[in-house]
């Protein structure tokens, strides 16, 4: 074996390795299960965008926090939450992360300081500030992000939380995933100034683009720019820039993409192929490491399949329940 | 024939992690668009009719096209026609080195580049004979002069438009090529820097302490970067023949400590080993076996124990506009007075 | 020991009791200290109209002046809530909750059956009502039936300086999210309060007179004119029960019902416009519970369906006066005398 020319040691490489193949076993497996018709309701898929929810999380805590988006599951898995719960939730089960009543875009788990999938764009940066807040009064040098897309940068409310984590200077990172797509809608023509970076600046935090598809690039900027946060550096944008395998939801024909743009992305923008390539070819990590990864989480995923199937919905009586904590 | 000037414009320069480990700026697209439509009009002055832009989706394109036609609207004719060349947009330096092509083939006159070091390196890839000119938008630019852009189109637009000699006109530039095992070649006009991180990572080079070999086309102590290191022990001029190859180690255990700008706001301490002139043409062999090579100031390869690296200096190796000495010029001969025909058209 | 003292008083009391009790209750608003930044003297305003004031000095840090960004604040003390804190935000004018309604409607109300029960987000946002004020349409709406219609979010709505300090020590103890409104022209109405903290709890109305021939059911400002309708009904003989709800979510069906199955009559007096309102939630419910009791149709008196007037003359017309809600008693309680 050689030596390890990374930032990352052997074991955080190839955890590194399990969550984005996790992740992406699961999305994959989600596109299939949901074309036979067995998952209710709006899915919306992360393939592609592994790197960035890993290259992130990598740096996090169970005390960090992060507020996520509609395309939140790689989010989830990243942070930790339990992959069964996960998908027992997308099946609308009881044993669901949020006993079925949450469902795909409103998977939370506090425990793991993942504030919940949203289903309204923009809105976890308000909630990522407060959580900046709580950690700052506590003093448990936590650290929040929140994560948006090209789309909802547009929104007001992820404007204004950028100008309030400066002006409080919140430990908070903003993460602009940009796909290029705001659902079907071109980034080029939706947004006007057209780099985050500007964005950022216009309300002086220091900002990074990168690109997404690489997960050293991803962990090197995040690493900096949370231990920043962590210390009391303030606030900071990071833009990745990647590629969305599917569509905006499942069952979208995609037919704005241009005609190869997906089979290009999947040949050129794969971000765990690449990084699969540059570790085993820096002779750190063998392929046998990496197959022996990949059956690991090809099992794990058909198990969550399998038990979300068979699992119980929820009862009846769970219609009114956990409304109020108290009413 | 009538002169034609190509203009690329980089929009994704100036957006890495120096921005938050030091207090780079980011010139916005609005200012960059506002830059190209400066050069515009200093070229449209000067009797340039005709541009050759690179596309792009960074947002320069739809700013600068509104500029144009809001000034159209307020019938100004300030501006030159703008074709946009036919190539596929990657949103990477590739685009760069693309137009470049497509600009020398087109047969420019000159180029106009918007960019840092990078964008400037990606262009020199491709553009051959036709001289080019810099503008600033970068991070940590040692190459592009720092300059008004409206002077800048005036002295590309008089060049373009044949009034002012070569030998005036045009400089000759030093160029570093260096071999990392089979890869092809690759370039720098500034520095290549060798340094311990394995991974490319975020590109930016920040962390002083991993930085091992350095070799530079220039040493100036009035730039930040790499090309600071250099110009901070022993200045070397862009007309000097020669660059400087530089030993670094750790401040913590090196022969002799530099504080140097490596980035704006970025003021480090360098451990100095050695450092001695690096003759054209002759092709050195670094010492760090492990690590990545950075080019101009960006992690850009990785490389093994088995890489084989060399880096080579070459003399006379691309034109630049030489601008001073062509306003000095346009000056000494009236190039700008009333009735020097295409000016005094122009500014009517 | 109790003393008179005004609403706004009773606010700052409570603010002040529950911060010093909690070191997690922060507050946070636009203008709630004053003056930040600014070159003049420190704690400038204590909130627009001075509800805040004081409280900075005793708890340094603790008062959070934020930008005009309502979406960003409102958003942060929810966010702030779901991690520990016990957020008190003012949202000055309930009328700019158009600003952040996604805020309060998809996050803060949705959390906790979203998430399965897991969050608990004990936030509250205090904001001010109603009308009377001259603020003219944008500044003095009556939203609380915007705000009772969504599952997840409690709403309070005082009529008095005790009820005020009692119901806001319970809404920042209250684990759910509290949309708390106080009527502006109350501010400066004064009733004995003791000085100690005390909680009211949320869902039990209060009867704040008695009466055996109509039953009137309001809440906030118009509490105090219904009482002043019972006075006139009294001088005609008619007794009058009047029921301040207090809170709208949770809401008191019981003290309401039973006193209209004893009285048999009902008058639902409502700031608020009137088509979806307590108004016509109040009758709805009581038609349905206590429908053999009613000897006559329930009464809504209401403001129109129509935005809150500028102009003086205009706008003391909109809110409903004690004479209205008299005439509206008499209509179906006029006969009980004769009887």
């Given at each position: 074996m050689s030596k390890n020319p990374f930032p990352l040691s052997k074991d955080e490489l190839l955890k590194a390795y399990r969550t984005m193949r996790t992740i992406r076993e699961f999305e994959e497996r989600l596109h299939v299960e949901f074309a036979k018709g067995d998952i209710p309701g709006f899915v919306h898929l992360y393939a592609g965008e592994e790197a960035c929810a890993t290259g992130i999380m990598m740096?996090?805590?169970?005390?960090?926090?992060?507020?996520?988006?509609?395309?939140?599951?790689?989010?989830?898995?990243?942070?930790?939450?339990?992959?069964?719960?996960?998908?027992?939730?997308?099946?609308?089960?009881?044993?669901?992360?949020?006993?079925?009543?949450?469902?795909?875009?409103?998977?939370?788990?506090?425990?793991?300081?993942?504030?919940?999938?949203?289903?309204?764009?923009?809105?976890?940066?308000?909630?990522?500030?407060?959580?900046?807040?709580?950690?700052?009064?506590?003093?448990?040098?936590?650290?929040?992000?929140?994560?948006?897309?090209?789309?909802?940068?547009?929104?007001?409310?992820?404007?204004?939380?950028?100008?309030?984590?400066?002006?409080?200077?919140?430990?908070?990172?903003?993460?602009?995933?940009?796909n290029g797509y705001a659902e079907s809608t071109s980034v080029d023509y939706a947004t006007a100034v057209d780099s985050y970076v500007d964005r950022a600046s216009g309300f002086g935090l220091p900002g990074v683009t990168v690109d997404g598809a690489d997960f050293f690039a991803v962990y090197e900027a995040a690493g900096e720019v949370i231990r920043r946060a962590r210390e009391g550096g303030g606030p900071s944008l990071l833009e990745c820039k990647m590629a969305r395998f599917f569509g905006h939801f499942e069952g979208d024909a995609q037919t704005y993409k241009a005609k190869d743009e997906n089979e290009l992305n999947r040949a050129n923008r794969d971000c765990i192929k690449m990084f699969a390539d540059r570790v085993r070819e820096a002779g750190v990590v063998t392929a046998a490491e990496l197959g022996a990864i990949e059956k690991e989480v090809e099992a794990l995923i058909d198990d969550a399949v399998a038990a979300a199937k068979n699992a119980l919905p929820p009862t009846p009586r769970e219609l009114t329940t956990d409304v109020y904590v108290s009413y | 024939m009538r002169p034609v000037v190509g203009i690329i414009a980089n929009p994704v320069s100036a957006r890495d992690l120096r921005r938050v480990v030091a207090s780079a700026g980011s010139l916005q697209i609005a200012d960059?668009?506002?830059?190209?439509?400066?050069?515009?009009?200093?070229?449209?002055?000067?009797?340039?009719?005709?541009?050759?832009?690179?596309?792009?989706?960074?947002?320069?394109?739809?700013?600068?096209?509104?500029?144009?036609?809001?000034?159209?609207?307020?019938?100004?004719?300030?501006?030159?026609?703008?074709?946009?060349?036919?190539?596929?947009?990657?949103?990477?330096?590739?685009?760069?080195?693309?137009?470049?092509?497509?600009?020398?083939?087109?047969?420019?006159?000159?180029?106009?580049?918007?960019?840092?070091?990078?964008?400037?390196?990606?262009?020199?890839?491709?553009?051959?004979?036709?001289?080019?000119?810099?503008?600033?938008?970068?991070?940590?630019?040692?190459?592009?002069?720092?300059?008004?852009?409206?002077?800048?189109?005036?002295?590309?637009?008089?060049?373009?438009?044949?009034?002012?000699?070569?030998?005036?006109?045009?400089?000759?530039?030093?160029?570093?090529?260096?071999?990392?095992?089979?890869?092809?070649?690759?370039?720098?006009?500034?520095?290549?820097?060798?340094?311990?991180?394995?991974?490319?990572?975020?590109?930016?080079?920040?962390?002083?302490?991993?930085f091992r070999e350095l070799f530079v086309t220039f040493a100036d102590p009035n730039v930040i970067g790499m090309a600071a290191i250099a110009g901070l022990i022993e200045p070397v001029g862009r007309d000097e023949s020669g660059g400087m190859m530089v030993s670094l180690a750790p401040a913590a255990t090196a022969k002799t400590v530099l504080q140097a700008p490596i980035a704006p706001g970025l003021i480090a301490p360098i451990g100095i080993e050695d450092w001695r002139r690096m003759p054209a043409g002759v092709a050195f062999q670094p010492r760090l076996k492990a690590g990545s090579v950075a080019l101009d100031g960006e992690r850009e390869i990785h490389f093994n124990e088995s890489d084989q690296i060399s880096v080579t200096l070459l003399a006379d190796a691309f034109r630049t506009l030489n601008v001073p000495a062509v306003m000095h010029f346009a000056a000494r001969n009236g190039l700008f007075q009333a009735g020097a025909a295409q000016i005094a058209t122009a500014f009517a | 020991m109790a003393r008179k003292i005004s609403m706004k008083q009773a606010i700052n009391e409570a603010l002040d009791l529950e911060m010093k009790r909690d070191p997690t209750v922060i507050v946070m608003g636009e203008d709630i200290v004053g003056g930040a930044g600014a070159p003049g003297e420190e704690d400038a305003w204590g909130g627009v109209l001075g509800v805040t004031k004081g409280l900075h000095a005793k708890y340094p840090g603790r008062l959070l002046d934020t930008p005009l960004s309502e979406s960003a604040y409102i958003g942060a003390a929810i966010g702030a809530a779901t991690c520990g804190m016990r957020p008190v935000a003012e949202l000055m004018f309930l009328d700019f909750s158009g600003v952040c309604f996604d805020q309060i409607l998809n996050q803060a109300a949705k959390f906790k059956y979203m998430f399965g029960g897991k969050a608990k987000t004990p936030v509250v946002i205090r904001a001010m009502v109603g009308a009377g004020f001259r603020a003219a349409a944008q500044h003095s709406q009556m939203l609380t039936p915007v705000f009772t219609h969504i599952p997840g979010l409690k709403v309070v709505c005082p009529s008095n300086a005790y009820d005020a300090k009692g119901l806001l020590i319970q809404a920042i103890r209250d684990d759910d999210p509290v949309i708390f409104c106080e009527h502006k022209n109350l501010y400066g109405h004064e009733t004995d309060v003791p000085a100690e903290a005390y909680a009211i709890p949320f869902g039990e109305a209060s009867v704040v007179r008695e009466g055996k021939d109509v039953t009137i059911v309001s809440y906030g400002l118009t509490v105090q004119r219904a009482l002043e309708a019972a006075e006139k009904l009294a001088k005609d003989r008619i007794q009058a029960e009047v029921i301040d709800l207090r809170t709208l979510s949770p809401i008191d069906w019981d003290t309401v019902v039973e006193s209209v199955e004893s009285t048999g009559r009902l008058v639902v007096v409502d700031e608020a416009n009137p088509r979806c309102s307590i108004a016509t939630d109040v009758a709805a419910r009581v038609a349905q519970e206590a429908f053999n009791a009613l000897k006559a149709a329930p009464q809504m008196v209401t403001a129109p369906h129509a935005p809150v007037p500028f102009s003086p003359v205009l706008e003391d017309l909109y809110i409903p006066t004690a004479d209205a809600i008299a005439k509206a008693a008499s209509k179906i309680a006029s006969h009980a005398i004769a009887a």
């Open positions: 740096h996090l805590t169970d005390t960090d926090r992060i507020a996520s988006t509609h395309r939140g599951h790689g989010h989830c898995i990243a942070k930790g939450v339990d992959v069964h719960e996960m998908m027992a939730e997308i099946y609308g089960k009881a044993t669901g992360a949020c006993r079925g009543k949450g469902g795909s875009m409103h998977i939370a788990d506090l425990s793991k300081g993942m504030m919940g999938a949203n289903g309204i764009l923009g809105a976890g940066a308000p909630l990522a500030c407060g959580a900046a807040l709580a950690s700052k009064f506590r003093g448990d040098k936590g650290v929040s992000v929140t994560f948006f897309g090209d789309g909802a940068s547009n929104q007001g409310m992820v404007l204004e939380s950028m100008n309030l984590a400066a002006v409080w200077n919140l430990p908070v990172i903003f993460v602009v995933e940009n | 960059r668009a506002n830059i190209v439509l400066r050069v515009l009009a200093a070229l449209a002055a000067c009797g340039v009719d005709g541009v050759l832009m690179m596309p792009e989706h960074g947002g320069i394109r739809g700013h600068v096209m509104r500029g144009i036609e809001r000034s159209r609207n307020l019938h100004e004719h300030r501006f030159p026609e703008i074709a946009y060349l036919d190539m596929p947009v990657t949103g990477t330096a590739a685009d760069s080195t693309r137009a470049a092509e497509l600009m020398r083939r087109a047969r420019v006159a000159a180029i106009v580049v918007l960019g840092g070091d990078g964008t400037h390196r990606a262009v020199v890839r491709e553009c051959g004979e036709v001289p080019i000119v810099g503008i600033s938008t970068g991070t940590n630019n040692a190459f592009p002069e720092h300059r008004e852009p409206t002077v800048t189109g005036l002295a590309a637009g008089l060049v373009a438009s044949g009034r002012v000699p070569a030998k005036v006109a045009f400089a000759s530039n030093k160029r570093l090529e260096v071999v990392v095992g089979k890869r092809p070649p690759e370039i720098a006009l500034v520095d290549v820097a060798l340094v311990t991180d394995g991974f490319v990572g975020a590109r930016a080079l920040w962390r002083a302490d991993t | -």
